[in-house]
Nanobody
Framework: QVQLVESGGGLVQAGGSLRLSCAAS????????MDWYRQVPGKQRELVAA???????NYAESVKGRFTISRDNDKNTVYLQMNNLKPEDTAVYYC?????????????????WGQGTQVTVSS
């Protein structure tokens, strides 16, 4: 079974740091783009950071200079290093990836989401 498993969320004071991890597992042929999104109650899920298979990155304006996305292709894992956290960064953070999956019918690309991890930043 293909899945994305996240870890690293928690409670931190403003100005602190957290590192989120997301590992893809299962019958994976390839790992393409990997992203981090976040969502607060009553609002739409928003893209925080993205990284291509070629390691090109893109960030939301609100996190530029504070967050860094990276990946370890050998481990099928994407990371989000979050520094200088602010109370407005409080949200559930979701990992997303486009994975090439092998099945009896061949290999196709599918979109997968992690289960979400809570990040809470206190003022």
């Amino acid at each position: 079974q293909v899945q994305l498993v996240e870890s690293g969320g928690g409670l931190v004071q403003a100005g602190g740091s957290l590192r989120l991890s997301c590992a893809a597992s299962g019958s994976i042929f390839s790992v393409n783009a990997m992203d981090w999104y976040r969502q607060v109650p009553g609002k739409q899920r928003e893209l925080v950071a993205a990284i291509t298979s070629g390691t090109r990155t893109n960030y939301a304006e609100s996190v530029k200079g504070r967050f860094t996305i990276s990946r370890d292709n050998d481990k099928n894992t994407v990371y989000l290093q979050m520094n200088n956290l602010k109370p407005e960064d409080t949200a559930v953070y979701y990992c997303h990836a486009i994975l090439g999956v092998t099945s009896y019918s061949g290999t196709s690309n599918y979109s997968y989401w992690g289960q979400g991890t809570q990040v809470t930043v206190s003022s």
